[in-house]
């Protein structure tokens, strides 16, 4: 019996293996859908999301972004294990800011949303396989075509046409910082209405942008830190 339930975990371990591979080698190249976007799609639910190249989005956006979320991105393999470490102790969970942007795509392109110590060791192995078969571009590019700004609303194209009525890459600072401030609580911050709790989160943003300098190179087209 033990024997037969270890071959069937064996099995679907390698199944498991096997898709992420193949996922890793397909979205390389071509437009990723985020596991949220298949559950709407699946359940009939309308989903509105332009895919746009990292060229097409405002340098500000992609700073305020790495800002916000994850400071160390350009420099970190995936994940911040100072700031994984932590966090792993709080009684309340994981949370959040423990979350790299790498993780974060590991999450939304591969893995399902809420908050669990499972999901959170499976982010681990599987956002330092993305930091090793990605370049730090596409990582952020496959972020910000999936991270969601709103019920339905997917990727920094979609939601500075519908919040700001102009196309990414136009977005200014200020839009940028609203943008990547709401990003913790898409489906109740507004960035085209901001709240004063939005209105403190995108002047920290602002602040954080102004400190990153070079941090942030890496992922901005043409910037390239190396």
Not at 3 to 20: K, P, S
Not at 180 to 192: K, S, V
Not at 200 to 213: E, N
Request: with cysteine; charged share 20%; aromatic share 8%.
């Amino acid at each position: 019996m033990f024997g037969t339930l270890r071959l069937w975990c064996l099995r679907i371990l390698l199944v498991l293996t096997v898709a992420l591979v193949l996922g890793l080698a397909l979205y390389r190249f071509v437009p990723a859908p985020s596991t949220l976007m298949i559950g709407r799609w699946l359940t009939l639910q309308p989903v509105d999301r332009q895919w746009v190249p990292l060229e097409r989005i405002s340098p500000s956006l992609i700073r305020a972004v790495i800002a916000a979320e994850d400071q160390r991105f350009c420099s970190h393999a995936g994940v911040d294990w100072v700031e994984l470490g932590s966090v792993l102790d709080d009684e309340d969970g994981p949370s959040r800011g423990a979350s790299t942007l790498t993780m974060q795509t590991a999450k939304n392109v591969f893995l399902w949303p809420g908050r669990s110590y499972l999901r959170k060791a499976l982010e681990i192995p599987v956002a330092v396989a993305i930091d090793l078969v990605w370049p730090k571009q596409r990582i952020i590019e496959v972020y910000l075509n999936v991270a969601e700004w709103g019920d339905g609303l997917y990727g920094a194209e979609a939601a500075a046409q519908r919040y700001f009525r102009k196309p990414a890459a136009r977005l200014t600072g200020a839009e940028a910082a609203r943008l990547a401030g709401a990003l913790p609580n898409p489906i109740l911050r507004n960035p085209a209405r901001p709240s004063r709790a939005l209105q403190a989160a995108s002047g920290r943003v602002q602040r954080r942008m102004g400190q990153l300098g070079p941090l942030g190179d890496c992922a901005v087209p043409g910037r390239d830190a190396g």
